[in-house]
């Protein structure tokens, strides 16, 4: 794009989608607070104005949840991503011992169990499509053991999960098959719930069914209502596969596109955490995360009023040349410090460290089995704020 032509940023744009960095660039450099043609919503693209955001729930609020085409007007439609504190920490504590990196180290066994089955099976010389060769399911296996799902349904809640998410070129508007398919994953989450409360286990929902928080509105504990069960394993089900489904395929691509980085990783398998975060900055699977201001806030020389919608753009963020030197290449030994692709504050990803872990695994069964792998041909999915591939051909060598 020249740099004369008209600035515009649309997060339902195919071709922004296709390729946002460029628009990203620009977005920080002319117009780093900058305004929807529509008059819909800001949008920060700096990492300091990105962190800082993230790190001020009281001004930058959650209360209208993650997607201003779909605002949580009740305050029923999400769960915790959707909550300000207090409320928000009292729903997000009855699971905050659940994903510690403690917690991922004692789950060890099973991931590892999970990817051997989706590995093992491949062989050299032959060519697959990556996503439904193991990217797809071995999130929706991670998170299908942890819920209890059975394995027959997996990947129908998947393919309502990826039909939730998707969104039409330049519409803002969820399409129907968007909210047919929420609906039909509320109404399965339900039921497996329903199941659970008469015969527990000792899987998640069971958890989230059997705790019991101090809820001082009512002076005394209390369990989560059925409602708030249903939301938090519905949010638990779709932010366990979607997002680790796109870390494993945006990196595999990106490791594939610089050789030299892929081969070090072959040859010093320590290096894969940092790869995974790497692969995290680089390529990251959530563009953008949503917020409504509880007051007016002056930056940069622009006014924003308190109840409007700011995207905060953290696809931008871990791009921004005044966070990290070269960001446009993908660089192991990066130093790290704040990084915001799980977000930041008090919202920050729940599951990160079995995201983290889930990708390492993945990432260090193709260095031993298919150390010179190839990527073919490969096609994005348009979806809200997720970005990632719908297929990549993968050669097996
Ligand atoms: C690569 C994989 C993942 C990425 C990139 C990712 C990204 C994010 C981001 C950016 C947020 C912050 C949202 C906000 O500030 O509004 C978030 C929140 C969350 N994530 Fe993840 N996520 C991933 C995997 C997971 C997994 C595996 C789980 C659970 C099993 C999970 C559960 C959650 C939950 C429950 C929240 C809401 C936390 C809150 O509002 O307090 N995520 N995630």
């Not at 085409?69 to 504190?85: A, L, Q, T």
């Not at 799902?149 to 939730?164: G, I, K, S, T, Y």
Request: aromatic share 10%; with cysteine.
């Amino acid at each position: 794009m020249p740099a004369t032509s008209e600035l515009t940023y649309s997060p339902f744009s195919k071709a922004i989608f296709d390729d946002p960095y460029p628009v990203y660039r620009r977005l920080r450099t002319e117009a780093p607070v900058y305004r929807d043609p529509g008059e819909r919503w800001w949008v920060l693209s700096r990492f300091a104005d990105v962190a800082s955001a993230l790190r001020d729930w009281e001004t930058y609020s959650s209360k209208l949840g993650p997607a201003p085409e779909n605002p949580d007007d009740d305050g029923r439609k999400y769960s915790v991503i959707s909550m300000d504190p207090p409320r928000h920490d009292r729903i997000r504590g009855v699971l905050k011992g659940f994903f510690t990196p403690r917690a991922v180290t004692a789950m060890e066994g099973a991931l590892q169990r999970v990817v051997d089955h989706h590995l093992d099976r491949l062989t050299p010389g032959t060519t697959v499509d990556a996503m439904e060769a193991f990217a797809f399911s071995v999130p929706t296996d991670v998170i299908g053991d942890l819920l209890g799902v059975p394995h027959a349904d997996r990947e129908q809640l998947r393919v309502w999960w990826e039909a939730f998410l998707t969104r039409h070129e330049g519409e803002v508007t969820m399409p129907p098959s968007a909210i047919e398919a929420n609906r039909r994953i509320s109404s399965y989450i339900g039921d497996l719930i329903e199941a659970r409360r008469t015969e527990p286990g000792d899987d998640l929902i069971s958890i989230v069914l059997q705790a019991t928080f101090h809820d001082p509105e009512i002076g005394d504990d209390r369990a989560l209502t059925p409602h708030e069960v249903l939301m938090f394993c519905n949010l638990l089900s779709a932010a366990g596969s979607e997002t680790t489904q796109k870390l494993i395929s945006n990196g595999l691509v990106a490791m594939h596109d610089h050789p030299d980085q892929w081969q070090r990783i072959v040859h010093d398998h320590s290096l894969i955490p940092a790869a995974v975060n790497e692969a995290l900055r680089y390529d990251t699977p959530s563009h953008w995360v949503a917020r409504t201001l509880t007051r007016r806030v002056e930056l940069h020389g622009v006014t924003m009023e308190a109840g409007d919608w700011v995207l905060l753009l953290l696809g931008s963020a871990n791009r921004d040349e005044r966070r990290y030197d070269d960001p446009d290449r993908f660089i192991l030994d990066r130093p790290r410090g704040t990084d915001v692709y799980f977000g930041w504050g008090i919202h920050i990803c729940l599951g990160q460290w079995l995201a983290r872990r889930e990708a390492q695994m993945v990432f260090e069964a193709v260095a031993k089995k298919f150390p010179n792998y190839a990527i073919g041909a490969h096609e994005r999915v348009l979806t809200a704020t997720v970005r990632g591939y719908t297929s990549v051909e993968m050669m097996l060598r």
